[in-house]
């Protein structure tokens, strides 16, 4: 006797293009937001704090996260300067360090600002840089965005 098979097709759900981007860019604007906060504390003890801005871009080969700021004073203290023209008091105290993200109580004050004054600049913070390393380092942008594919993958009818 011959046996006799019967073969049904599978046909998978269509695929949910606009839930899964929606899943992506949830996860990459979660990731921006722990990136602004970590700018955030680069300025907590700041008088005057800068604004950051976050920018979150979706196209076709790939997810891009921006965060940072315009503001001059920032960029400064951020990049750095040759020279500066100030004189400070001898109590002064910076509220920021290179290589620390935390901003702490400062003290002091400029006491002259002159052409004439000739002084060290400011030695880079790079904060920019600090931060991207510590995403980077500790894979949590990378976690999270892997996390947001899976929930995409979920969003999109493809869950397994």
Do not use: C
């Not at 098979?5 to 949910?16: E, H, M, N």
């Not at 196209?59 to 990049?79: A, M």
């Amino acid at each position: 006797m011959a046996a006799v098979f019967q073969f049904k097709g599978i046909k998978p759900k269509a695929l949910d293009i606009k839930a899964m981007q929606e899943a992506l860019l949830d996860a990459a604007n979660k990731a921006a937001d722990g990136m602004e906060k970590d700018f955030e504390e680069t300025v907590k003890t700041w008088n005057n704090k800068p604004t950051f801005e976050k920018i979150v871009d979706l196209e076709s080969d790939g997810i891009s996260v921006l965060v940072g700021t315009d503001d001059r004073i920032y960029n400064f203290i951020n990049n750095g300067t040759r020279i500066r023209h100030a004189l400070m008091s001898d109590d002064w105290s910076s509220k920021t360090q290179p290589g620390k993200l935390k901003a702490r109580s400062g003290s002091g004050h400029v006491v002259a600002v002159s052409k004439n004054i000739v002084r060290p600049g400011i030695e880079p913070r790079k904060f920019d840089e600090q931060i991207q390393k510590k995403w980077d380092k500790s894979k949590r942008f990378k976690r999270q965005m892997e996390q947001g594919m899976r929930n995409a993958r979920n969003k999109s009818g493809w869950a397994i």
